[in-house]
Structure formats: C-alpha cells, structure tokens
C-alpha cells in the first residue's frame, strides 16, 4: 500500500518540533505550529518579557532551530 506524504507539512512539522523542544520541557505547555500569541499563557509570557531565568535564550533557541540554524544554546 502506497502512503502520501505531504513534504511541506512533514517539514513544518519537524521545525516545529525543533524549535519547541525546550520550551515543553522549560514551560510545561504545549506549543504547535498553530499556536498563537493569545495561547501562551501569561506565566510564560512573564518569563519571557522580564528576561530571567535564560528566557532570552529560549527565545533565540526558537527562530534558530525554526530556522534550521542549530540551537540557541550553543
């Protein structure tokens, strides 16, 4: 039996769960590639405002893995 697999969204899948790894394991929400501004909750939303606890860096970490650009951290 033959399967389609549609590249553009395997490949937006795959970003996806590239750029937010670490933002599961760092804020306990669920991220996908629908989520919105209004989605994220305003822990998160306050982590990642103020700066503290490397929030600078989980941002870089997103639009570089999204990106395909490696990690934020490295």
């Given at each position: 039996?033959?399967?389609v697999i549609e590249l553009e969204k395997a490949k937006?899948?795959?970003?996806?769960r590239r750029g937010?790894?670490?933002w599961k394991s760092q804020f306990?929400?669920?991220f996908g590639p629908d989520t919105r501004l209004?989605?994220?909750s305003t822990k998160t939303l306050?982590?990642?405002a103020y700066g503290k606890d490397k929030s600078?860096?989980?941002l870089f970490d997103l639009v570089m893995n999204l990106r395909s650009?490696?990690?934020g951290f490295e």
């Open positions: 039996m033959t399967e937006l899948d795959m970003a996806v937010y790894r670490n306990q929400e669920d209004s989605d994220i306050s982590l990642l600078t860096f989980y650009l490696g990690s």
